[in-house]
């Protein structure tokens, strides 16, 4: 078995399917851009297993507590690796992650935006571990977000092309 | 004829001049940055043939509609082309679109940002096709532009080297 | 000596030592992620020279004028430069600046982001030149930022390899 998915299995972690683009909404672009070592990951709000966006919705530090933050943007990590995982078919081809960009629909006076963020980067650092993992960050409040999303994150990353 | 200048003028597309920089501003930086097989190209906002900022100001929601704010990013889809033919030469150079990061002035509540930066990413489509056109992209809503513009974009390119 | 340690002397600049977390921040990313011919900088604040985080603090066009987010930009600048230098070992392998992310934490109706990331782009662009110092810029207004700074940046560099 391959070494990201034997570590998935091991903390019993299991990808989501892809987006459900909910009605009304058009999304003319593509969720893993892969080009020569590198693939650039879309923006992406938290999902569920079945591909839905997560219900938890509105500003971190209004409707949305830190913690729920936090686990919006592990959900978001674990949309990312799914989107990794179908375009490259195996997640060891991923050698390093680069540069994250993470997006926080931040309520007035909230800016403890880094503690939401964490929840993107300790998952990535746990599968991958400290070198591989390793990663440039932003972790910067937004005005808004699509759907009203607590979070949004986007991604670059090297691959063994 | 080159395939991209060509379909430009099939659709009876016509590029812009380049930025006039409104008096008082100083941008110490380069529209294009090509390095490489990279052309990095600057947040950049709508501008109207000759170069001047297009008047349609103000944040999307309010003062401006999703219809005026979608013409908004086709029109910098056609400055940051106008900019890569200046860099370039050639606009089949560009091989790939990769990235899209589309920052929408938005209103207090309107979430509406993907259908937005549609204006951008159908047209970059329109002219690359589905395959060198197909980029990751990120909408996201933000608190200020420079020039109280709706839409500021700015994205990364590979080309042939 | 080194070209740009030699121009850093000259202008009698100092580059400040690694930031100092606040209690209460956990950070797990990397200031300056190295791979390949690349270096992607994280999202830094300004820094004072030992590494604590500049008390100027708040929006733009309230709390803090344009000149201190101009002086903010310009630390933040040093701050990116000695994290290049602690990663790199050496300035000059630093061969192009490629793109320079701007994030503003700007007051309503606050619009001249660009006058504040002139403080970032005029460091650069003295120290290495017009040629290896051009680089692509956005430069963006926030809802917030971490720890309420005024402005946040990141940046992608090309070295040596």
């Given at each position: 078995m391959m070494r990201?998915?034997?570590r998935l299995k091991e903390l019993g972690l299991v990808l989501p399917a892809a987006l459900q683009t909910p009605p009304g909404l058009r999304l003319p672009f593509t969720p893993a851009r892969v080009r020569g070592n590198r693939v650039y990951l879309s923006g992406a709000i938290a999902i569920e297993?079945?591909?839905r966006p997560s219900q938890v919705l509105g500003k971190v530090g209004n409707e949305v507590t830190v913690e729920q933050g936090y686990e919006s943007a592990r959900k978001?990590?674990?949309g990312h690796i799914a989107a990794l995982q179908r375009a490259l078919g195996d997640l060891d081809r991923v050698t390093a992650w680069?540069?994250?960009h993470a997006m926080i629909n931040a309520a007035p006076g909230f800016n403890n935006t880094p503690a939401v963020a964490n929840g993107y980067s300790d998952l990535i650092i746990q599968l991958w571990g400290?070198?591989?993992g390793a990663?440039?960050?932003s972790a910067v409040g937004?005005?808004?977000l699509p759907l009203n999303a607590?979070?949004?994150i986007e991604a670059e990353v090297e691959i063994d092309a």
């Open positions: 990201i998915e034997a297993a079945d591909g978001i990590a674990l680069l540069r994250v400290d070198d591989a990663h440039a960050r937004m005005a808004v607590p979070v949004e």
